[in-house]
T-cell receptor, first 111, second 115 residues
Framework: GQNIDQPTEMTATEGAIVQINCTYQ??????LFWYQQHAGEAPTFLSYNVLDGLEEKGRFSSFLSRSKGYSYLLLKELQMKDSASYLC????????????FGTGTRLLVSP | DSGVTQTPKHLITATGQRVTLRCSPRSGDLSVYWYQQSLDQGLQFLIQYYNGEERAKGNILERFSAQQFPDLHSELNLSSLELGDSALYFC??????????????FGPGTRLTVL
């Protein structure tokens, strides 16, 4: 089966750096996505990794290690508006492509 | 704004009823995906359509069905509704080309409440 694990909740302080980890056990791996979702709103795309290494995009970076089934999302210079859920999703190809989502990590940024 | 639209935004109905949720993908996107998100649960993939044809099925109940029309908009039909069907239903679209991220763009969702 497909399994994706993320911490349920994390807290951090404004201006700090936080790392949200994601481990996965899937077959047919074909890329890993991070989405941000504010409560009651649509998920919005943050990053995509398909090869090992770090992808940097402004304050957000995402890392992937395919051999370890591991990814992390790094958020720098945290702002209050970064309080949201962060969803790790693995694209799997098992005859067709689909996204398998983790349950998300709720991040609370405090002043 | 992702460019994906969904109607209605909210829907309140009773058990046993049938409802239809509607989705219009981004201009140019051929693929439409439907997801269910219950309280404190992750996004569950339901079904995917590509250019009018069903492409993939996830954890979709037999009481649920969907279709994609020639103008590429899609409808998700939920029948014999149960209390447990109360959830946020998201539609997403993408261009499924061979390479690249082909990230999915999500609509604002329809919040369904079954009483």
């Amino acid at each position: 089966g497909q399994n994706i694990d993320q911490p349920t909740e994390m807290t951090a302080t404004e201006g700090a750096i936080v790392q949200i980890n994601c481990t996965y056990q899937t077959s047919g791996f074909n890329g890993l996505f991070w989405y941000q979702q504010h409560a009651g709103e649509a998920p919005t795309f943050l990053s995509y990794n398909v090869l090992d290494g770090l992808e940097e995009k402004g304050r957000f970076s995402s890392f992937l290690s395919r051999s370890k089934g591991y990814s992390y999302l790094l958020l720098k210079e945290l702002q209050m508006k970064d309080s949201a859920s962060y969803l790790c999703a693995v694209r799997v190809n098992t005859g067709f492509q689909k996204l398998v989502f983790g349950t998300g990590t709720r991040l609370l940024v405090s002043p | 704004d992702s460019g994906v639209t969904q109607t209605p935004k909210h829907l309140i109905t009773a058990t046993g009823q049938r409802v239809t949720l509607r989705c219009s993908p981004r201009s140019g996107d051929l693929s439409v995906y439907w997801y269910q998100q219950s309280l404190d649960q992750g996004l569950q993939f339901l079904i995917q359509y590509y250019n009018g044809e069903e492409r993939a099925k996830g954890n979709i109940l037999e009481r649920f069905s969907a279709q994609q029309f020639p103008d590429l908009h899609s409808e998700l039909n939920l029948s014999s509704l149960e209390l447990g069907d109360s959830a946020l239903y998201f539609c997403a679209s993408s261009i499924p080309t061979g390479g690249g991220s082909n990230e999915q763009f999500f609509g604002p969702g329809t919040r369904l409440t079954v009483l």
